[in-house]
């Protein structure tokens, strides 16, 4: 495993760690979750006005284009053509389902599954797929109120996935690596786990604690905990840890105001980023 530096507020790699004990032998999730009461207290708040494209989660209505133009660039990497219909979406804190919902109406989507700790957002999230037909059809869009560590672990490649998403998440979580293992199996081979998350840079405090909470109020106070930001370079060192996975991706963004966000080159090693990896094909 690539060296994790140390930082101010805390040592990254005890964030970074390998868990005690690795749950790939069981056939089902352990009962705990790796997102702390207080996370999910805080967002149970903005659940009412997860929908609203000017409330809390503007940013993340803004974002949306730019996670498909992710996943789509990931699967355009592969050396082999990636399908073009049938594709299986677990949505890892999916939240109100800004994400998971457009990705059900993709043409190529066979079936996405949301899944979030928080019971209140996930009701909103429900409510809102509500209002859209095609998403009423059977097996098309699934919301499950589980943390990744409560879900049944696949038993077949038929019950994994193709895409494995963790949009604002990795932020969000005290002990990542941990977490990370138990997304692991859930991937089918030939599969990607895309993430978009911050890095850990006097850049990126200044600009999601001052500007964005303090100063603008873009996003609500306390949305953030700058020790929790993992760096490009640590996500990519821990993957390179793991056997079976390759292809590594990044692509930096900014949000510009009034433009909203932009791909920015290089932008993955002082802010805002999106992170894909590839498991193996079988």
Avoid at 39 to 66: Q, V, Y
Avoid at 115 to 144: M, W
Avoid at 182 to 196: H, I, N, Q, R, T
């Amino acid at each position: 495993m690539a060296t994790i530096r140390p930082t101010s507020l805390r040592n990254l790699s005890v964030l970074l760690r390998k868990p005690r004990s690795h749950r790939a032998n069981s056939t089902s999730s352990s009962s705990s979750s790796s997102v702390s009461q207080t996370e999910i207290n805080h967002f149970n708040a903005l659940a009412s006005t997860w929908w609203d494209p000017h409330g809390s989660s503007r940013l993340l209505h803004l974002m949306n284009p730019l996670r498909h133009d992710f996943i789509r660039s990931c699967l355009a990497s592969q050396a082999t053509p990636a399908p073009s219909h049938g594709l299986r979406y677990l949505d890892v804190g999916c939240g109100g389902g800004i994400f998971a919902e457009s990705a059900a109406r993709l043409k190529g989507t066979k079936s996405v599954t949301g899944i979030d700790p928080s019971r209140e957002v996930l009701n909103v999230a429900k409510a809102h797929a509500k209002r859209d037909p095609l998403l009423q059809e059977e097996g098309r869009l699934r919301y499950l109120d589980k943390s990744i560590e409560q879900l049944p672990l696949p038993q077949t490649v038929e019950e994994q996935y193709d895409i494995l998403s963790l949009f604002e998440v990795v932020e969000h979580i005290s002990h990542p690596s941990p977490f990370l293992e138990s997304c692991l199996p859930f991937v089918k081979p030939g599969g990607w786990l895309v993430l978009s998350t911050i890095a850990r840079t006097w850049t990126s405090w200044l600009t999601t604690k001052v500007v964005a909470e303090d100063l603008a109020r873009i996003v609500p106070r306390g949305t953030h905990d700058w020790g929790k930001y993992v760096n490009e370079e640590e996500l990519r060192g821990w993957f390179a840890g793991k056997e079976g996975w390759g292809g590594a991706r990044s692509m930096g963004v900014l949000y510009v105001p009034g433009l909203g966000w932009r791909e920015v080159r290089g932008g993955e090693k002082w802010g805002n980023y999106f992170f894909g990896v590839r498991k193996d094909p079988g």
